[in-house]
């Protein structure tokens, strides 16, 4: 079969007078005919990707519009009253964090307009399956869209514009005054059509600097607010640290990090003992040092003196014993090469280790030091939940709550199966919203939404019951005695180690 290059070159026997040339010619009509059919196939098959992308582009629009519907029907005083549980318990309003693991100190109640909020946030996000933060913002843009930007969701509605386009001009837009919002959404409406995302932003920001050059201030002000450090875990073993600050500091963090690898290197280089292929790359070097700091680094006033990090790790017992290649656990994150989890079991300090039996998987040690029942409940806990148990919540367990998950002055025990990590956020909005949760056995969390929709959750490690475990009594308050301050007393000393605030 001859290649669309060999079929369509010029024929060099192609020449006037040729006897062949009438055959010849209809064989290049034909040809030209067929190309013709494959042009106008390519340009239907387009236009149906074109249709559905502005189609797309039109339901993104109708989604903003719902968000900011939902968000302003929760907004109104008489529904927030509504979405608060205490409107329709008896009596008056209940203590906040009453449970038995929360601090028995008390913290305030949110208002009502704060627990309409955080319905519509957690509706929003379990629905969608998206980050609380995502949907938040999703909430938020939806405000935007449909208040001092309509006529960018105009455009979107009619399918001129993608979202992203959208939410490049809302970036640029949202920093200045309301009245001023309108003349540089025109002008840059008029070009969005026309443009990439990439290249819209780049023109939006001239735009915009040029108009209000002082903005960048204001922008600077309010972008230094969202620093902060986040873990990924990453596949293959492997995590990310990201750091985001002001772009000055990283930079000249960077560059230190450079220089320590650039020093090292050469040390190492007139270092004969190194074998050539055990060198580190300049990268390799920056990553050990970032990480030496990071790890054991104290700072000149003294910060992070006497504080190391800790993570939890199962190791099954064969492993340990170095008799098999079975990978260890790693809390919040999965499995993690056997020899990294021997190195860690064979005492690295800021680990604690679990053994585990070779076949079944069930905890046989949760290490020396804690022997005490609060304790390795905790620990058995922490291990099962890995993160806060509410759907789609990433918090690690190490930094939630242990929730009774039916409360104990309802008659709920202090029992591994009706104990979950809750974090902070969602262990009041538990308590404080119209959400509610029950445990099946296995530890599946069954979440029921305010609007009724149900939401499971699953422990990140399946495992058997705690061996220590005692039985625990289940309490039995009588209606009238004050459930606030004796239940927080007794659980006081049957759980935390540490308070929770
Ligand atoms: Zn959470």
């Not at 993570?311 to 994150?333: C, H, K, N």
């Not at 998987?361 to 905790?378: E, I, M, N, Q, W």
Request: aromatic share 4%.
């Amino acid at each position: 079969m001859s290649s669309p290059a060999e079929q369509f070159s010029d024929d060099p026997d192609d020449r006037p007078g040729d006897p062949n040339a009438g055959a010849r010619e209809q064989g290049h009509r034909r040809r030209r005919s067929l190309q013709e059919q494959a042009r106008s196939t390519l340009a239907k098959k387009m236009a149906r990707v074109a249709k559905s992308h502005r189609r797309i582009a039109k339901a993104t629009a109708q989604r903003a519009r719902d968000l900011e519907d939902l968000r302003e029907w929760s907004a109104d005083p008489v529904t927030a009253k509504l979405l608060n549980p205490d409107y329709a318990r008896a009596g008056a309003a209940g203590p906040v964090l009453t449970d038995a693991d929360a601090s028995p100190r008390k913290i305030a109640a949110w208002e009502n307009q704060e627990i309409a909020r955080r319905t519509v946030i957690s509706e929003v996000a379990c629905t969608l399956r998206l980050a609380e933060r995502t949907a938040e913002g999703l909430i938020g843009e939806a405000a935007m869209f449909a208040g001092p930007m309509k006529a960018t969701l105009t455009a979107m509605s009619r399918g001129e514009i993608s979202y992203r386009h959208g939410q490049v001009l809302m970036e640029q837009l949202s920093f200045l005054p309301l009245e001023e919002v309108a003349e540089l959404e025109a002008q840059l409406l008029s070009v969005a059509t026309d443009l990439t995302v990439g290249k819209l932003a780049g023109r939006a920001r001239r735009m915009r600097e040029r108009a209000h050059p002082e903005t960048i201030t204001t922008r600077a002000t309010e972008a230094v607010k969202e620093r902060g450090v986040w873990w990924e875990g990453r596949p293959d073993g492997m995590g990310t640290l990201t750091w985001y600050g002001t772009a000055q500091q990283t930079q000249a963090a960077h560059d230190r990090l450079t220089s320590i690898a650039e020093a090292t290197r050469n040390r190492d280089f007139q270092d004969e003992a190194i074998p050539e292929d055990r060198r580190r790359t300049i990268g390799q070097i920056c990553a050990d040092a970032a990480g030496d700091l990071l790890l054991d680094g104290v700072t000149p006033t003294g910060t992070g003196g006497g504080i190391r990090g800790s993570v939890m790790i199962t190791v099954p017992v064969l492993t340990a014993m170095g008799e098999s290649d079975a990978p260890g656990f790693l809390e919040g994150y999965g499995p993690i090469p056997a020899d990294a989890a021997r190195e860690i079991a064979a005492g690295a300090p800021s680990f604690t280790r679990l053994l585990t039996h070779p076949e079944t998987g069930t905890v046989l040690s949760v290490g020396k030091d804690h022997y005490t029942v609060p304790a390795d409940l905790r620990r058995w806990l922490r291990l099962r939940d890995g993160t806060c148990r509410f759907p789609g919540c990433t918090r690690p367990a190490s930094r939630s709550d242990i929730d009774h998950t039916r409360p104990w002055e309802h008659g709920g025990p202090t029992d591994y199966d009706n104990l979950a990590h809750l974090c902070r956020a969602h262990h009041r909005l538990k308590h404080q919203s119209l959400w509610s949760v029950t445990q099946e056995p296995g530890g599946v969390l069954v979440w029921t939404s305010p609007a009724g929709a149900t939401h499971r959750t699953y422990p990140e490690t399946a495992l058997g019951p705690p061996p220590t475990l005692p039985p625990t009594p289940s309490p039995t308050p009588s209606p009238d005695t004050d459930t606030t301050s004796a239940p927080g007393e007794f659980r006081a000393r049957e759980l935390p180690e540490e308070p929770p605030f």
